[in-house]
């Protein structure tokens, strides 16, 4: 099985900064990756899909990089709404993972 | 509109079983893989299992493998999760997922004595 390792696990920062989460894959998975964004009680948003895609109606804040087994989500001036948890997954091959997440907290 | 509609859940002992269901509409359902994705208290996402569109080469991850069955019925756009052998540990709210794009509203299954 494809494991993924987020870095960081909590980070905290402030209304306007700019701020990179990183996703490690243990092994190649080309560019199929997917980002995700988390509220307390709700269903994950699909922020980012084959590591640089911005899906439909998605700020455009919100970027995604890399390849192979690096990969970033990048949010270029983070807004009091981005303040949430945020998951990579791999969709490269079964049993698909996710990372373990990163909660984005309020400086 | 893409709607996932979730039902079932609810309170089951250990060693006990329960179906989730997941009504599709919106899409055609059967072009699409479908997966169950689940959200222990506190804790991460773990995808627990995915079909693909015609339901062949349904996949687990180890922690369900062999007590888990997801299907799915094309003809009524139904996508299902079989849960046996249920664990203490399987506690968690269940979601269905069309590639991630979109999400059921999640079915909270507590497994206690």
């Known amino acids: 099985d494809i494991q993924m390792t987020q870095s960081p696990s909590t980070l905290s920062a402030s209304v306007g900064d700019r701020v990179t989460i990183t996703c490690r894959a243990s092994q190649s998975i080309s560019s199929w990756l997917a980002w995700y964004q988390q509220k307390p009680g709700k269903a994950p948003k699909l922020l980012i899909y084959k590591a640089s895609n911005l899906e439909s109606g998605v700020p455009s804040r919100f970027s995604g990089s890399g390849s192979g087994t690096e990969f970033t989500l990048t949010i270029s001036s983070l807004q009091p709404d981005d303040f949430a948890t945020y998951y990579c997954q791999q969709c490269n091959s079964y049993p698909l993972t996710f990372g373990g997440g990163t909660k984005v907290e309020i400086k | 509109e893409v709607q996932l509609l979730q039902s079932g859940g609810g309170l089951v002992q250990p060693g006990g079983s329960l179906r989730l269901s997941c009504a599709a509409s919106?899409?055609?359902?059967?072009?699409?893989?479908m997966s169950w994705v689940r959200q222990a208290p506190g804790k991460g996402l773990e995808w627990v299992s995915g079909i693909f569109g015609s339901g062949g080469s349904p996949d687990y991850p180890d922690s369900v493998k062999g007590r888990f069955t997801i299907s799915r019925d094309n003809t009524k756009n139904m996508l299902y999760l079989l849960m046996n052998s249920l664990r203490v540990e399987d506690t968690a709210v269940y979601y269905c997922s069309k590639d991630g794009a979109q999400w059921g509203q999640g079915t909270l299954v507590t497994v206690t004595s």
């Open positions: 919106g899409f055609t359902f059967s072009s699409y893989a």
